[in-house]
């Protein structure tokens, strides 16, 4: 099954997002936020990667979601961080947490393809379809 699939939109990056379930679908939304803003050019051998716990509330499905990921983008924008691997992720009704692991941003091994501002609630939408999850979500660039 894949995971994200980009669609097109006049200005600003449009993705649909799928999982199996909620944790699931919020794992794909992290990769593809993390495919618009960098490609990885070569392996990083030894890297030393960061652990970060990440959580995140939200009254509804979709804000859950795009405060999970303004957390991802803050980790990149502000420390540098990008995001390598999920490691364990628990998403509930109202909250989520997650333990993340993260290489330094390093021009050596990462190409940045777009700048992301910032994830909207334009067209934001969460939910079940047949027996998967998916999500409709727009970043600014």
């Known amino acids: 099954m894949k995971r994200y699939e980009f669609l097109k939109h006049t200005a600003d990056v449009a993705v649909r ?9 919020f794992e794909s939304a992290a990769l593809a936020m ?13 890297a030393a990667l960061t652990e970060k716990e990440i959580s995140a509330c939200g009254e ?8 999970w990921l303004d957390e991802l983008l803050f980790c990149y924008s502000v420390e540098h961080l990008v995001l390598v691997r999920i490691k364990s992720i628990e998403v509930g009704t109202q909250e989520m947490r997650a ?6 941003f390093n021009r050596e091994y990462y190409a940045v393809k777009d700048e992301v ?3 909207t609630y334009h067209e ?4 079940k379809v047949r027996n998967r999850w998916q999500a409709h979500m727009i970043f600014d660039v």
């Open 124 to 127: 934001l939408e969460v939910k």
């Open 60 to 67: 509804t499905s979709e804000d859950l979601l795009k405060a």
């Open 34 to 46: 993390f495919a618009v803003l960098l490609e990885k050019t070569k392996n990083r051998p030894g």
């Open 99 to 104: 333990f993340v692991l993260f290489d330094a």
């Open 117 to 119: 501002k910032a994830v």
């Open 17 to 25: 997002v799928f999982g199996r379930s909620l944790k699931d679908l």
